[in-house]
């Protein structure tokens, strides 16, 4: 139910975005007619046809997304036809006779004897709208769009979108009502009739224009972040008690998936073409972060969470013949979430790994399951790869379906789940940290299924140090969030002119950055997911305040590594050089990954990175801290 009103509330915010302005001519297009019979069957138009697209878009893959992309172009030449008939319907009956007499029976249908309005046109109306209708969407719509994404399709993520775009027709019906007042006395002191039907043409028309040209999702969507984000995230934290702040993924023109101050991501995932079951067409949306976990001590029993799902939905697995609930009872079993370029997953590694060293002889079993977040960590051969180089030699389940994602009902990176010898999950832990808690209760697990000397081993990883990316980040003083560069979660990009979608652009760095802004410089092509680097010399500039700095980067398509410079405030990064940079700023480009490109080994404060690409071709995708 608390989602439910989260929803509702953050589409009612929609009304104070920018991004809703190439709507708005359409929905006061009708202000003036009876609201009862024509205002609101075309908001129920609108908030029907966003709940059903929205809804197959979370989870039906990328023909979904390309045949809304003929259904927004088939909406906009109706409403272009409408708004035309409003405009100019003498000239257009002489010029564009066939496409005007749709119009006027479209018309007509709409309004019988000039006066009684059809319920049925404006449904159909509102039904065209909605399919032009990017909302803006902040946080609230990311928790939304996050469960419609990992749990698949589901009455209840169909409500969830249905109360979003209740929401935003519970604020554009206000609007309605007053713009029709409005309209009235203006019609009546002034007889402007025909003034106003002709300015609401020309309205639709900029609308479709603006929608054509991509601005509902482009300028407007930036702008509109600014405007509701904040609002929408108090919202999520005031309803939401001892909920973490987590970036948003926002349906076709913002954010996603994001860590928490924990140390936990939360996975946000929409098809498109490119990835048809993981990345969204959006969105930095966003949702709110729970950390859930129990407190365990030497006393208190576990409590019986769940039992163990199968694990039979692996499309491949690593270091081990694919594993069966049945086979795994009698063993204490922990179940480790992760994808190879999270830095959360990355600096909990090293105790993951611990315990299966220190604790397989008694019996502990340890099974990555590896849930991919960027498209080439589907690549089955770069997750070998990784896990070869990160030595994990215990059984990783390739996860690419989300099959046993979905089946724990999981949404974090890292996520740990404790099974005990029956088959019973006892506990669990999202993010990093409390590890010495997370061990006490291997410990005492083991010591149920009868393995007493499990409690006397010495707690910790002494003689293990974490190097590199999987050193513990430096959390008291970490104010710079993880920030991704492909468009569909883009925040705080603050190049001029802001992002071209899916073409190649020349950028130019911001003259000046506040700090966790963030630009490019030079040809780049922004992808949904990544940017792509069009020619040499390419840069990308990030004011951030954060001991570490990240990115995740990989080599030009065909494989060919490419060279790269990176500064720190103008200079070359001397000791504060990172494990994949030199003291002179330079390094390659050789595989998909993250990069650790800054460690400064004193006091933290502002600065500003820059990293120059020497060669083109480079992918660039998001950048972490620690």
Known sequence: MLLIVLAYLGGALTILSPCILPVLPFVFARADQPFVRSGLPLLAGMALTFALVATLAAVGGGWVTQANQYGRWLAIALLAVFGLTLLLPRFADHVMRPFVSAGNRLSNFAQADGQQVRAGSSFLLGIATGLLWAPCAGPILGLVLTGAALRGASVGTTLLLAAYAAGAATSLAVALLIGGRVFTAMKRSLGAGEWIRRGIGAAMLLGVVAISLGLDTGVLARVSTVATGGLEQKLVDRLSPGATRAKPLVADAGAGTNADAGGAMMRSAIPTAADANTSAATVNASASMMRATHAASDAAPLPVEGALPPLDGAVQWLNSPPLTTQALRGKVVLVDFWTYSCINCLRSLPYVKAWAQKYKDQGLVVIGVHAPEFAFERNIDNVKKAAHDLGVDYPVAIDNNYAIWRAFNNQYWPAHYFVDAQGQIRYHHFGEGDYAESEKVIQQLLAEAGHANAEK??????????????????????????????????????????????????????????????????????????????????????????????????????????????????????????????????????????????????????????????????????????
């Open 457 to 626: 081993v010495a707690l910790g990883i002494a003689g293990t140090s974490a190097q590199g990316v999987q050193a513990a980040a430096d959390n008291a003083d970490l104010q710079s969030p993880e920030t991704y560069i492909g468009y569909q979660r883009a925040e705080n990009f603050a190049s001029p002119g802001g992002a071209a979608q899916d073409k190649v652009r020349t950028y130019t760095a911001p003259s000046q950055l506040a700090v966790n802004e963030w630009g490019l410089a030079g040809a780049w092509k922004v992808g949904a997911e990544q940017a792509d680097l069009a020619a040499a010399h390419g840069r990308i500039v990030y004011r951030f305040h954060a001991r570490d700095l990240h990115l995740v980067l990989g080599p030009a398509a065909d494989g060919k590594p490419v060279r790269f410079r990176v500064s720190v405030d103008g200079a070359a990064p001397g000791a504060a050089h990172g494990a994949d940079s030199a003291a002179d700023g330079r390094g390659t480009v050789t595989e998909q990954r993250l990069y650790q490109l800054v460690r400064q080994p004193g006091g933290v404060a502002d600065h500003t990175f820059s990293i120059e690409f020497l060669d083109p071709g480079v992918q660039a995708y998001a950048f972490t801290f620690g």
